[in-house]
């Protein structure tokens, strides 16, 4: 079968040959993606811009491809396929920045993983941003080409929707990864967004509620209606995220996120727009919130968990973390393996290392985000001797606080996604 | 062969001096274009891919939708060419004819930003201006300031911004005008009993013009179009046109509102360009005489 044969074969790239162009830092990007060269250029050729327009006819062929039907066919017989891989020593992996055990520079992890499995891992922490990483491989994938990472970490949302809906994943085979199965807490097993863990493992997770500066606040926030209080008039951050700005409105009005309807989202961002209205809104940050937090900017900010903990080691003592009573956004960073991968035995190796209890306390005491193996929290309290991590509710939540977490609503669609946008975008970009 | 061939040669060769200029302009300018002009027109989304059905009407919808933003890019982008002009008129004018055998250095000392990049030099701005920063929350500390003045997040903010960048572009061109005038022509207007001040107006200024008009051009079309400043120093109501097509090409993949409100952009650019260029397109020497 063709379509079969586009995608599942492929030459494989050995570990010295050139990847394919994406270790894209992200001011090349900006570089690119603006147009400030362009425009001059825009100037100099303004005299032939008005007989161009004439030319619009020669166009009328043309259009862009969909990314429908671009990914592996729904009944590929993926079990058959996964009998056929084999390790290759080599591991290239695509994370986040400050996202995993680092010291002096080198990964500890990562070194003990390739002196036990000869696996060497071409380590890349290029992902910024959902979108804009999504905007990098889409492309590719949609070429029906390999993106040159067997490994890559992507947050649950519309990114996530739209690699598992145009089936650009590979299923996991779980028979290889045992350890997921035997030390994975409730937090990682059977998210919403993927049933069973079909394609996706977490990475890390995290919890959005709000971070502030009692100091400056004067008092404790508990609820996220204190991001409404006109007392701290021009001092309030908020996330220039469609889902995290949507969420917390939501929140604010006592709706549930992921059982929200199209009216809830317009009732909410009425409610954001008021507070933007009357000037109670600093400005809407992407991951830059937490440096006006610590430099006095913004008194009272949505934050993430990780992010503030961070913060407090870093010399920033007095910022504080709460998630509000109405509940905290529960999110959560993947690991998957895109299609044409070229090392997917060892993608799995290493998930499969990366779930063991010991492994997963040496990166955890390092990252500070929510743990996925809660097996991990005894090593840290007493191997590693840090109860500032292990008792955290931010690392290893209990149960009740478990209960206050709330998912994200799931878009069912491009039309569901794109309505959920046109609601909330103008809120921040207006 | 000779004399024809050698004739045909020289025939040839300013058509060949002008070939990689055009080469540059067809395929760097013109294609992506055109491609840009039929993206524009094309409806659908990213999964189900976008087909070119003539939908001329998003034109008019986005400009509806996006009329504040136009306005505030054309507001920030014109304050900022004004303010660097005042500001870097007499900097130029000062090297120009003050400048001595420093004339290089100084000009360098002037360019010596551009060694770091943009982003980085905006956001030590971020730092600086930080409400609790060095600088205001010094001022706050003494009873200077009161305690909720800020400057970040702001228009003024992403205006400074805005101007901060393009000092440079602003001085070189009026420098190289300035530093081009004939001192005799000054001299000559000394003699016939001109004021220091009559100097600079009548003589001076009008011979300076060229680099104004230039350097005003390079300004105000990059700072129009610019994003970043507004991203980085603006607050919840500073959004720029450049930071809408941002969003709507890379975040939400919307190609054909992202095309056309750059085209719009542009139209709106090469319009104000030709009414200015109308309105004071420059004199040159010539015409003076």
Request: charged share 15%.
């Amino acid at each position: 079968m063709e379509a079969d044969d586009a995608f599942a074969a492929g030459a494989p790239r050995g570990p010295g040959e050139p990847r394919q162009g994406f270790d894209l830092d992200p001011a090349r990007l900006r570089g690119m993606t603006q147009s400030r060269l362009s425009r001059r250029d825009f100037v100099r050729a303004g005299a032939t811009a008005a007989a161009v327009a004439g030319l619009g006819s020669v166009l009328s062929a043309c259009g862009i491809a969909g990314t429908r039907d671009t990914g592996a066919p729904a009944s590929f017989d993926w079990s058959s396929w996964w009998s056929k891989q084999q390790k290759h020593g080599v591991l290239d992996w695509a994370n986040w920045p400050l996202y995993i055990d680092t010291s002096h520079g080198r990964h500890p992890s990562l070194e003990r993983f390739t002196k036990q499995t000869g696996i060497h891992v071409n380590y890349r922490p290029v992902i910024q941003e959902n979108a804009s990483f999504f905007a990098q491989i889409s492309p590719v994938l949609q070429a029906r080409q390999g993106i040159g990472y067997d490994l890559i970490v992507i947050s649950d949302g519309w990114e996530l929707t739209q690699m598992i809906a145009n089936r650009w994943l590979i299923p996991l085979d779980h028979s290889r990864i045992p350890n997921f199965r035997r030390h994975a807490g409730p937090i990682a097993v059977h998210p919403s967004f993927d049933p069973r863990n079909r394609y996706t493992v977490t990475w890390q997770a995290g919890i959005t509620g709000i971070g502030y500066d009692p100091r400056m606040t004067g008092r404790e926030i508990t609820s996220v209606k204190d991001l409404w209080d006109p007392a701290f008039k021009g001092k309030v951050g908020m996330m220039s995220d469609d889902t995290e700005l949507g969420s917390v409105g939501m929140l604010a009005l006592g709706i549930d996120p992921v059982s929200s309807t199209p009216a809830d989202w317009k009732r909410a961002a009425a409610l954001l727009t008021k507070q933007r209205d009357e000037g109670l809104v600093r400005q809407y940050y992407d991951q830059s919130y937490i440096k006006a937090l610590e430099d006095g900017d913004t008194w009272i900010s949505q934050a993430w968990s990780g992010d503030i903990f961070q913060a407090n080691y870093s010399g920033f003592k007095h910022l504080k973390f709460v998630i509000p009573k109405e509940g905290g956004m529960l999110w959560h960073d993947n690991c998957m393996i895109p299609l044409h991968a070229q090392n997917p035995v060892d993608a799995l190796e290493w998930v499969n290392f990366y779930y063991q209890p010991p492994i997963q306390a040496m990166i955890e005491d390092w990252v500070n985000y929510l743990c996925p193996v809660p097996a991990a929290k005894g090593l840290i309290a007493n191997k590693l001797n840090d109860p500032s991590v292990a008792d955290s509710q931010l690392v290893f939540p209990s149960p009740s606080t478990n209960r206050r977490l709330r998912d994200y609503y799931d878009f069912r669609g491009i039309d569901d996604h794109d309505e959920w946008t046109s609601i909330f975008q103008p809120v921040y970009q207006s | 062969m000779s004399a024809r061939t050698a004739r045909l040669r020289q025939l040839a060769v300013p058509y060949a001096l002008e070939l990689p200029a055009g080469a540059w302009v067809g395929l760097f300018f013109l294609v992506p274009l055109l491609a840009i002009l039929s993206v524009s027109l094309m409806t659908g989304n990213s999964i189900d891919g976008y087909a070119l059905t003539w939908n001329f009407h998003i034109y008019p919808d986005v400009i509806d939708q996006y009329s504040t933003q136009f306005a505030r890019s054309f507001y920030y982008g014109l304050a900022s060419t004004a303010i660097a002009l005042v500001v870097m008129y007499p900097v130029a004018y000062w090297i120009a004819f003050y400048g001595g055998r420093h004339k290089s250095t100084l000009l360098l000392v002037i360019l010596l930003p551009f060694f770091v990049s943009f982003v980085i030099r905006i956001l030590t701005w971020q730092f600086i201006l930080a409400d609790q920063g060095i600088i205001l929350g010094s001022l706050k500390d003494i009873g200077l300031l009161p305690s909720d003045f800020h400057v970040l997040s702001t228009p003024g903010a992403v205006i400074a911004g805005l101007t901060y960048d393009a000092l440079p572009f602003m001085a070189l061109p009026i420098y190289v005008a300035l530093d081009n005038i004939d001192r005799s022509h000054i001299e000559a207007a000394a003699d016939l009993y001109a004021s220091r001040r009559e100097q600079f107006l009548r003589v001076v200024l009008p011979l300076s013009a060229p680099g104004v008009y230039a350097g005003i051009l390079l300004v105000a079309i990059t700072n129009i179009g610019d994003y970043v400043s507004a991203a980085i120093l603006g607050g919840p109501s500073t959004t720029m046109i450049g930071n809408i097509i941002q969003t709507q090409y890379v975040q939400n993949a919307n190609y054909p509102t992202a095309s056309a409100l750059a085209l719009i952009l542009m139209a709106a650019l090469l319009l104000g360009m030709y009414v200015y260029a109308r309105a004071f397109g420059t004199r040159t020497i010539q015409e003076y005489v």
